[in-house]
């Protein structure tokens, strides 16, 4: 592969493979082929993130600065992982040391962004001159200097434990979703729980901060209902809730018109395994083949496609539906090792999945909302967030831990375009 076809990603791994000196790293790098995902409208046009981080839209909208202090503050939490990251993550007992290292150079590559002395001010390995800065740019450096300091997946003990507490909640969940007779209440309660589920985020400081003071964990099926029920009222900060309950209860033209959905998860635990789950449940009963699209490597709390295969075979243990249904609904890694998703950079299995899909489901603020949330698809698609920057927030109008729910059908003129 010419080093002009391969993507940023993977010049960017195999940048940090070779500051490691992990060759082995740099070589799986180069042998992965990516492409963009076929559902793009306008390829060619294609940009992912919805903000434009250097020019506030109007007066007293953030700006650079204030975007620079989002990922300032979520650096915290990133340290106290690191410090206590296990061997296989990177840790043992030099690991409180270049768990500041790591923070010293991001908070490096954030001065060059303020100061625009890129040279100085970033570290060595940082690409000059300094990228633009837009969110898959910040959150790749972060990533970047992770890797740099020798650090894998530190938050793996908390996805674990996250995960392990919902698999057990999930059983008695699916019970009281299966008995709701009103197939309305019911979509309603699921797509309530898709942002119960993605409160709990650790790479935003303020969920993370709600997370150690114990808001965010739910630990019974009756607190998850309860976070459901506790949502803000509507409307929400984007609510095209009835007009997508319309199209589901339509449930003959829902069945003509969808066949298949490719889901890209966000967090693990409840976002996941109760939210995520059940909907991919819900609309398998429809009879859609359902694609659960999962990053391919650790980026924050963000579930991995191994991490959510484990989940969704203990799934299938315990409920009758899933363990019959077998394939039809499965995890397909999506390329992706951040907690944003750039479209044009997707696996090519995923890339041959949604050949075929007619419905996309993105998840979570950061694949819905601070990238793609204008993005035009040929398909019909649903974004469900919940905000947890109050700079966001403030963009949309809204409040802390607002709500999104934004469903866009596919219009004839873009399925035309795209020839589908
Ligand atoms: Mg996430």
Not at 122 to 132: G, Q, R, S, V, Y
Not at 232 to 251: I, S, T
Not at 396 to 407: A, D, M, T, Y
């Amino acid at each position: 592969m010419s080093r002009a076809s391969m993507t940023f990603t993977q010049l960017e791994e195999r940048e940090v493979a070779r500051v490691r000196n992990h060759t082995h790293v740099a070589k799986a790098a180069m042998a992965r082929p990516s492409a963009a995902f076929p559902r793009l409208v306008d390829e060619g046009a294609y940009q992912a993130c919805t903000f434009d981080l250097s020019v506030p839209p109007w007066e007293g909208a953030p700006g650079a600065s204030e975007w620079i202090h989002v990922f300032r503050a979520s650096l915290d939490e990133f340290v106290r992982r690191a410090s206590s990251a296990s061997d296989e993550d990177g840790g043992g007992t030099d690991a409180p040391a270049r768990a500041r290292a790591f923070e010293e150079d991001f908070l490096r590559v954030l001065k060059a962004y303020e100061c625009d002395e890129a040279v100085s001010c970033a570290p060595d390995w940082c690409p000059k001159p300094l990228p633009t800065l837009d969110c898959v740019w910040l959150c790749r450096l972060r990533e970047r200097a992770l890797r740099v300091h020798g650090f894998e997946d530190v938050f793996r003990d908390v996805k674990a434990s996250q995960n392990d507490e919902a698999c057990r909640m999930l059983p008695a969940l699916l019970r009281r979703l299966d008995q709701m007779q009103d197939e309305r209440v019911q979509m309603e309660r699921l797509v309530r729980g898709l942002l119960a589920g993605n409160t709990f985020d650790l790479g935003a400081n303020a969920s993370a901060r709600a997370f150690q003071d114990g808001e965010s964990t739910s630990g019974s099926v009756e607190s998850f209902f309860e976070t459901c029920e506790a949502l803000p009222d509507r409307p929400w900060m984007v609510d095209d809730v009835d007009a997508y309950l319309q199209a589901w209860c339509d449930e003959a033209a829902w069945r003509r018109d969808h066949r298949k959905a490719v889901v890209f998860v966000d967090n693990a635990g409840a976002d996941a395994v109760l939210g995520a789950l059940p909907f991919a449940r819900q609309l398998a009963k429809r009879g859609m083949d359902v694609v659960l699209a999962a990053n391919r490597s650790p980026s924050i709390n963000d579930i991995t496609a191994s991490e959510l295969e484990t989940t969704l075979a203990d799934a299938r243990k315990n409920d009758e539906f899933l363990r019959n249904v077998g394939e039809k609904v499965r995890v397909v890694e999506c390329g992706n090792e951040l907690p944003v998703i750039d479209l044009k950079d997707v696996s090519m299995q995923l890339a041959s999945e949604a050949e075929d899909a007619d419905l996309v489901v993105l998840l979570g603020m950061g694949r819905a909302v601070e990238t793609n949330l204008h993005v035009e698809l040929d398909c019909d698609c649903l974004r469900v967030a919940r905000v947890k920057h109050k700079e966001v927030a403030q963009l949309l109008g809204g409040e802390l831990f607002g709500c999104v729910v934004k469903w866009t059908r596919a219009t004839e003129s873009s399925k035309r375009r795209s020839g589908s």
